[in-house]
């Protein structure tokens, strides 16, 4: 510690004290201090009211004016310095006390021990249906969309009323849907649909003048279904939304064709037959080449050698107007369909209520 002069000796009721060699002193057994509790007896031992510098601080009123001033100067910086070192030393001893405390109460989650298994261990692996939401979103960020996600508890308007399904539209009957018991009756509801995505992606490019939009969004959906080989009342689904400039029903079609082959394989066709849905028009079902028999015909596809995948269609005019879209300038298309059936279809798998069922063995030969 560097001072303008030496500190001079301190004549207490008892002896005279040299304040620079207290000093040397202190310094020396915080640096040593062991631990955090022999770091505080230090503490007392050198800045205490009973301390040597307290004591030499009451003294000084035995010195002259100027003196006492000079003195008084110096105590004050050997004690701000001694307080500076405790404070690095007990951050030291408190990383360090920390590091053997973390040591001390790690557990060793170990279940087996490698050399004493008889039989090779397996690691396990994603769910199928997650496995299929992985691979479908591969392929879309190949054909150039983006992958957003949204709430799964939405308002009213998010699930019905901005997709063209006003209070008491026939069309809410196709969703036997899960209200919550928040603010007034039936204006909070588990989504339905991962279509609420859309609107929320609509509105965001509106306010930060950001489209065209092209996008898939992946997500859980409830309904109140009764669970059986085709339907479980916690599903997934994937959607896709296009919004841009001369977006025409030929662009839509080309996209899932595109989307066929390259998740189902080279050879799959696509089709589309006329639908309706509240919140595209004009609307259709898309079906593809039946996956087991490759288009023959079997009992999966009604020997028609086709299979429904999902609903698509031209995104209604409606819809762009609850946005704030100009249906004049911006045109666009959506798809959508559910991962579990897709999941169900590839691996040839009889009853969807499996994936539930958490059978190891089942699971196992995805």
């Not at 709430?151 to 063209?164: I, K, M, Q, R, V």
């Not at 662009?251 to 639908?275: H, K, N, W």
């Not at 959506?334 to 958490?358: C, K, Q, Y």
Request: aromatic share 8%.
């Amino acid at each position: 510690m560097e001072r303008e002069a030496e500190i001079p000796s301190v004549a207490t009721d008892k002896d005279e004290v040299d304040i620079d060699a207290v000093a040397r002193d202190a310094a020396a057994s915080i640096a040593a201090a062991p631990s955090s509790d022999a770091l505080t007896h230090i503490e007392t031992e050198v800045l205490g009211k009973r301390s040597v510098l307290a004591k030499a601080h009451r003294a000084l009123g035995k010195l002259d004016p100027e003196s006492r001033r000079e003195v008084g100067r110096q105590l004050h910086e050997v004690r701000t310095s001694l307080e500076q070192q405790l404070a690095a030393r007990r951050n030291e001893l408190a990383a360090a006390e920390r590091m053997i405390a973390l040591a001390a109460d790690r557990l060793d989650l170990t279940e087996v021990i490698p050399d004493q298994v008889r039989f090779p261990l397996s690691r396990g692996h994603l769910h199928p249906v997650t496995q299929a939401r992985d691979e479908l979103e591969d392929v879309f960020v190949g054909m150039g969309f983006e992958v957003a996600e949204g709430p799964e508890a939405e308002s009213d308007w998010y699930n019905f009323e901005a997709l063209n399904m006003p209070p008491a539209h026939p069309a809410r009957g196709m969703y036997d849907t899960m209200y919550l018991d928040i603010g007034q009756p039936e204006t909070v509801l588990l989504r339905t649909h991962t279509s609420p995505v859309q609107i929320h992606l609509m509105e965001e490019a509106v306010r930060n003048d950001s489209l065209p939009i092209h996008a898939v969004m992946p997500g859980k959906c409830f309904r109140l279904d009764t669970p059986d080989a085709r339907h479980l009342p916690v599903f997934n689904q994937i959607e896709g939304l296009v919004v841009d400039r001369g977006i025409t029903f030929g662009d839509l079609a080309g996209t899932i064709q595109v989307f066929t082959e390259a998740y189902f394989g080279p050879g799959m066709q696509s089709r589309l037959r006329p639908a309706y849905f509240p919140f595209t028009e004009p609307s259709a079902e898309f079906e593809i080449t039946c996956t087991i028999c490759r288009g023959e015909g079997c009992r999966t596809c009604s020997h028609t050698g086709w299979v429904e995948l999902g609903g698509c269609g031209m995104v209604d005019p409606a819809v762009f107007t609850a946005v704030g879209i100009d249906f004049q300038v911006w045109s666009g298309f959506a798809f959508g369909f559910g991962i579990d059936r897709l999941a169900l279809m590839r691996h040839e798998i009889p009853d969807i209520r499996s994936f539930l069922e958490n059978d190891i063995r089942f699971l196992s030969e995805f």
